[in-house]
């Protein structure tokens, strides 16, 4: 319980003045009630989405429901690739996938709490051009790169950056595809 | 005040729903919310909370203040619908509603819901 509470710093003072005694109290409910390790995962992602939620509302008034999925799977990306570029050892590499994998399922899980009811998100049902486009960017990348040769320092920094562009459209278009065919393919409710 | 015509998002919508039937504390509002969506959706404090705060910027809930003395724990605050809550939740009621209707209507042998 204390944890938690030593947890709690991470929201916004404001937030926690005003809320913080009830969200305890809470808690220890669920603990009652629930599995502890159970109780605790979830925490642990509910946490993860809505600290920075809250800290974004303190500066802007509403933030667009997908920025905090978006910046989450920004970091998953960014574990992807350090998994694949900066990865020179087992470890680094299991670290990096594993930062991937951990924020990928927060990403998804922040989306699909932000989503509307019954309304798939726009972007989501481009979710293919997302991926068609970042396939595109990779393809046109190695093609120029296989014509010009070796890159200057410049030439490969502009390379990196739409190496990048490119990988984040892919994991964009990934992440909304999976949301999006959950959607649809998801469990229905009885009756 | 919400916007008219734009849908709620998940977490509000089973937050107001929830509270149709009158009001409610943060556990019993996390509870009656798991109930209605069948085990579906499950907030932790945060989400629980936060979104509690939205609405109530956003003059769709309100705190209780006229309360009775409960035999249950004082310390809990106990939030319910406002008019306009109450107006946007059947809202979206009527929206879901129609929105079921359409997709059965169009389902293979005019299946039901």
């Not at chain 2, 009775?68 to 109450?86: A, C, H, K, S």
């Amino acid at each position: 319980m204390r944890l938690y509470q030593g947890l709690l710093c991470l929201y916004p003072r404001r937030f926690r003045e005003e809320y913080g005694a009830d969200m305890v109290l809470l808690f220890t409910e669920q603990l009652r009630d629930g599995p502890a390790p159970r109780v605790w995962l979830r925490t642990a992602v509910d946490l993860t989405i809505t600290a920075p939620t809250c800290h974004l509302e303190t500066h802007m008034h509403r933030p667009p429901t997908s920025f905090v999925p978006l910046a989450i799977g920004t970091v998953s990306v960014a574990g992807l690739l350090f998994a694949l570029v900066g990865g020179s050892s087992p470890g680094m590499v299991g670290l990096g996938l594993a930062v991937a994998a951990i924020a990928g399922a927060v990403a998804v899980t922040a989306w699909r709490q932000n989503r509307t009811v019954a309304a798939a998100p726009p972007t989501g049902e481009h979710w293919w051009r997302f991926l068609a486009t970042g396939v595109a960017v990779l393809v046109a990348l190695t093609v120029v790169t296989t014509i010009t040769g070796e890159l200057d320092s410049w030439s490969w920094m502009l390379a990196m950056v739409v190496l990048l562009s490119g990988l984040i459209s892919i994991a964009a278009g990934f992440v909304l595809g999976v949301v999006h065919l959950a959607g649809h393919h998801g469990p229905r409710a009885a009756g | 005040m919400k916007r008219p015509g734009k849908p709620l998002p998940s977490a509000s919508l089973h937050i107001v729903l929830a509270l149709l039937d009158g009001e409610l504390h943060g556990y019993a509002l996390m509870a009656r919310v798991a109930e209605l969506s069948d085990g579906a959706v499950r907030m932790g404090p945060g989400t629980l909370y936060g979104t509690l705060n939205r609405l109530v910027d956003d003059g769709l809930i309100e705190e209780t203040t006229d309360r009775v003395t409960r035999d249950d724990n004082e310390r809990r605050r106990y939030y319910q619908l406002t008019t306009d809550g109450r107006a946007v939740a059947v809202d979206e009621l009527v929206r879901l509603q129609g929105l079921v209707h359409r997709i059965a209507a169009h389902l293979p042998g005019g299946a039901t819901a």
